[in-house]
């Protein structure tokens, strides 16, 4: 997740920004944010860098028939604007990773027990996550042994970037590359009766 906090600094006509980059990851946050290399890119953008670890939480109601109260880390409950940048990755219990799965990263605790009821919590956690832009980054996809797994042979390059407004459209997008249909992806189903978008991603497409 990536936000953005605009705020008017003196008499200047023109709003300072700051963005922070923010996860909350699954294993070691400063030696996932490093190794990864994504603290280094974004402290040379000029971003800040906050995890489960380092921003603070806090206690929100995120609604729902799975979710409730939960902590979400405190950088994206108070940004303005939200970015959400998910890769493509595939997931043993889910099939396929992209943003709205992605959103676990914003909440800390006992995340395992939304694998309970997965495909209701992915819905759920798209609904109270309500992102500005989601950015699905394609460049290098996980076909296999996801989504903490897998090796160098599961990794294909496509070198292939979805941005969009529609957070539904974006993972149906996401999970073709997977060769995964969106009626049988049932997240999607339930968060596109949610009202959060469409899963004929076809339809909105633009391209470059």
Excluded at 73 to 85: G, M, P, Q, W
Excluded at 140 to 167: E, F, H, K, W, Y
């Amino acid at each position: 997740m990536v936000k953005i906090r605009l705020r008017r600094v003196g008499a200047k006509k023109q709003p300072s920004y700051r963005v922070v980059v923010a996860d909350s990851t699954c294993h070691d946050p400063d030696r996932s944010f490093e190794r990864s290399g994504i603290a280094r890119a974004a402290r040379a953008a000029g971003a800040a860098v906050e995890h489960q670890s380092s921003g603070g939480v806090v206690r929100l109601d995120l609604g729902g028939t799975v979710l409730g109260p939960w902590d979400v880390l405190k950088s994206v409950a108070e940004a303005d604007r939200v970015i959400n940048v998910p890769l493509v990755k595939h997931h043993g219990l889910a099939r396929v990773t992209v943003g709205m799965k992605n959103w676990m990263g914003a909440v800390t605790g006992p995340r395992s027990a939304m694998h309970q009821r997965l495909p209701q919590a992915t819905a759920e956690l798209a609904a109270a996550f309500r992102p500005t832009l989601t950015v699905v980054d394609a460049t290098r996809i996980l076909v296999s042994g996801g989504p903490t797994g897998g090796a160098l042979s599961s990794v294909r390059t496509l070198d292939q970037v979805a941005v969009s407004t529609d957070p539904v459209a974006a993972d149906a997008w996401g999970a073709s590359l997977l060769s995964q249909q969106p009626d049988a992806l049932s997240h999607l189903g339930i968060a596109e009766r949610l009202g959060l978008g469409t899963t004929d991603w076809r339809s909105i497409l633009e391209t470059a």
